[in-house]
């Protein structure tokens, strides 16, 4: 994580966060979770909500406090192999050698799940989707709750996820109980999710572990994603914000789109770091909330080729750039 610190601002509640290395963090995010209340913590990937597994209702106010539908299964954080031997009823090989290889990181494993993973989490499937984030303070929360962390991306359901402390604050500040500030997240895109349930393992979602990696570090063909298993968050829209997002493939296609748009009036900005793509994903959703904080009207996008971390970025793109239903002209 690079450290930024976020400013406070007027409506802030008292004591809302807390920085990640306080000496008193841990406790009082574990306090808070054994509690049944709900933290959100600092990643390697985009911040989390969380909330422990064992409690059904906390897990409930997760889906309340983003507007999420049940239906929506989430991610169980874990600090350690052990643990994944606790969630899931069968361990595949290949699951071992990618959590020896990629844990803790950004990758996320979907196996069968043990009975200690409720329906609540699951969505009513028989998987579980589980992640071990390379978060020094996470890790150390996960480890002192001694059990797993039930958490999603901690925005607002369909927008854009949190980067650095401050967005969860303006987005569900008002509904958690604690936001950890571990400063802004060094991926900056969600992890890549695989699904090890399938005949052929497959990607699920494109993420900050490239394609590229996992297949050569593992010596295996990852499959597209369909099936059961395809994720009910795949949606077609999502990671929205209130600016519309229009996809170029050139800076000089986006100065040509941006200079026909100034003409109606609109306010444009131009999003490119195609040279870069690990700074194109890491400051992606911090950009996409800044066009919305500054009123833009129309962001105007530069697609990166999709190869390494190209593919996620685009991926995300995309959704951004669907309108969600109701939004529709
Ligand atoms: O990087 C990340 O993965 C972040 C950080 C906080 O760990 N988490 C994250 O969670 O992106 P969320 O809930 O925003 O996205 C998780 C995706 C959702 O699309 C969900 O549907 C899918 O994972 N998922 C979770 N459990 C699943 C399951 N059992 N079967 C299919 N899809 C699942
Ligand atoms: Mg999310």
Not at 97 to 113: D, I
Not at 119 to 145: H, K, Q, S, W
Not at 263 to 270: D, Y
């Amino acid at each position: 994580m690079w450290s930024v610190v976020s400013l406070p601002r007027m409506h802030d509640r008292e004591g809302l966060v807390v920085a990640a290395d306080a000496p008193e963090a841990i406790e009082r995010a574990a306090t808070v979770l054994l509690g049944g209340g709900l933290v959100a913590i600092p990643t390697e990937t985009v911040y989390g909500l969380a909330a422990d597994i064992r409690r059904p209702d906390a897990v409930r106010s997760v889906f309340s406090a983003k507007g999420r539908p049940a239906d929506h299964p989430l991610i169980v954080h874990v600090e350690c192999f052990d643990r994944v031997r606790e969630c899931a009823q069968t361990i595949p090989s290949l699951a071992v050698e990618a959590a020896a290889a990629f844990w803790p990181g950004p990758l996320t494993m979907l196996l069968r799940r043990s009975d200690l993973i409720s329906d609540l989490i699951t969505g009513g499937r028989d998987t579980v989707a589980l992640r071990c984030p390379a978060n020094e303070f996470t890790l150390g929360l996960i480890a002192r709750m001694d059990t797993g962390l039930a958490a999603p991306s901690a925005n607002r359901f369909g927008h854009v996820s949190p980067t650095r402390a401050r967005h969860v604050v303006d987005d569900i500040g008002t509904v958690i109980d604690l936001v950890v500030d571990g400063g802004d997240c060094r991926y900056g895109i969600e992890s890549t999710i695989i699904d090890l349930t399938s005949s052929r393992p497959q990607i699920l979602r494109a993420g900050a572990l490239t394609r590229e990696d996992l297949e050569s570090t593992l010596d295996v063909r990852f499959g597209e994603s369909t099936g059961p298993s395809r994720a009910p968050g795949m949606l077609l829209s999502h990671y929205a914000p209130r600016a519309t997002v229009h996809l170029v493939s050139s800076v000089e296609e986006a100065t040509d789109c941006a200079g026909r748009m100034s003409g109606s009036a609109h306010r444009t900005r131009i999003l490119e770091h195609a040279e870069h793509l690990p700074m194109y994903a890491a400051t992606l959703y911090q950009q996409l909330r800044a066009a919305d904080d500054d009123g833009i009207d129309a962001v105007i996008a530069v697609l990166p080729p999709r190869i390494g971390l190209g593919a996620a970025i685009a991926d995300r793109l995309e959704k951004a750039a669907v309108r969600p239903e109701g939004e529709r002209a």
